[in-house]
């Protein structure tokens, strides 16, 4: 999310990040085994940042399907995940780093939609990394200005972002 909707990536994970296999044997919810994660200094100032989004659509499975309960799972002996017997609620609150906080997935939808600058721009850098086939570099500023620009006109149609990418020179001439 911080990388393809807000244009803020976050930096690249440190190398020889240790796992946590203390906490395998234990029921821990997600928010659980991130909070221990975040005790680690090389995690926790990258986590600081990542983690709370995530929190906000934590009641989505991999899948996209809407839950309200998360279930636990613990390593058998075997090394296999296990359920344990019970579910807890999911909190999907959660805070920007250094920003505002929210409640559940509408308020985080809503804090990302009111960024449209910032969405805008992420987005026109990544249509034209796809559409020139090459990564977007500092030569395709202008190129990203001028397709915002036009995109702004109506409102960040998505149509209009396409419709100025390939209409450009850059694009043409590829």
Do not use: W
């Not at 659509?57 to 613990?74: D, H, I, S, V």
């Not at 807890?88 to 939808?109: C, K, M, V, W």
């Not at 500023?141 to 020179?169: D, G, H, P, R, Y």
Request: proline share 7%; net charge negative.
């Amino acid at each position: 999310m911080l990388r393809h909707l807000l244009h803020d990536p976050p930096p690249p994970a440190p190398p020889n990040v240790p796992q946590l296999s203390r906490l395998a044997d234990k029921p821990l919810s997600t928010r659980e085994k991130l909070a221990a994660h975040q005790e680690e200094p090389q995690c926790a100032s990258c986590h600081r940042k990542i983690d709370p989004i995530g929190f906000g659509l934590e009641n989505f499975n991999a899948a996209g399907k809407l839950r309200t309960e998360e279930r636990q799972y613990t390593l058998n002996k075997k090394g296999r995940a296990v359920a344990s017997g019970t579910a807890t609620p999911i909190d999907t609150s959660g805070q920007f780093h250094n920003g505002p906080q929210f409640a559940d997935y509408e308020e985080l939808r809503n804090l990302v939609a009111g960024q449209e600058d910032r969405f805008a721009q992420g987005l026109t850098e990544h249509l034209i990394e796809y559409a020139l086939g090459r990564p977007y570099g500092f030569t395709d500023e202008t190129l990203a200005e001028e397709v915002t620009a036009a995109a702004k006109k109506n409102e960040f149609a998505v149509s209009e972002f396409v419709q100025a990418l390939v209409l450009s020179e850059a694009f043409k001439a590829k």
